[in-house]
């Protein structure tokens, strides 16, 4: 599912160059990270360690690209799953994006406020 997702994620013409611009050649890398992550998230694997905010904090996000990628998401997990752990993962990934885009648009402003 990760890499259906993240091959999706690489071929959207809004969030695609992104990620792109951020991962470079590091796809196996940052695909490792993210089986740990949601393995950990909904399969109670204990594997992932990390903070998966930060490196998202300085990236040109906005609520619309959250909107795809929660779009693609769902997408790819009611094409393979369904039941308790496919509505756990949309969910999560929801609370995710909207924590996500609140604290980037946090950081934002208090950059701006301190800048004036």
């Given at each position: 599912?990760v890499?259906e997702?993240?091959?999706k994620?690489?071929?959207n013409?809004?969030i695609g160059?992104?990620?792109?611009?951020?991962?470079?050649?590091?796809?196996p890398?940052?695909?490792?990270?993210?089986?740990?992550?949601?393995?950990?998230?909904?399969?109670?694997?204990n594997?992932?360690?990390?903070r998966?905010?930060?490196?998202?904090?300085?990236?040109?996000?906005?609520q619309?690209?959250?909107?795809?990628w929660?779009?693609?998401?769902?997408?790819?997990?009611d094409?393979h799953?369904m039941?308790?752990?496919?509505?756990?993962?949309?969910?999560?990934?929801?609370?995710m994006?909207?924590?996500f885009?609140?604290?980037?648009e946090?950081?934002?402003?208090?950059?701006n406020?301190?800048?004036?």
């Amino acid at each position: 599912m990760v890499d259906e997702f993240y091959g999706k994620v690489q071929k959207n013409p809004l969030i695609g160059p992104i990620f792109i611009g951020v991962i470079k050649d590091n796809w196996p890398e940052h695909l490792e990270k993210m089986y740990k992550f949601w393995g950990s998230i909904l399969l109670g694997e204990n594997s992932y360690n990390g903070r998966p905010f930060p490196p998202h904090a300085q990236m040109p996000l906005q609520q619309k690209h959250f909107d795809i990628w929660l779009g693609l998401f769902h997408e790819t997990v009611d094409e393979h799953f369904m039941g308790k752990v496919a509505d756990e993962a949309k969910w999560r990934a929801q609370k995710m994006a909207d924590l996500f885009i609140l604290k980037i648009e946090y950081l934002r402003d208090n950059t701006n406020q301190r800048a004036i």
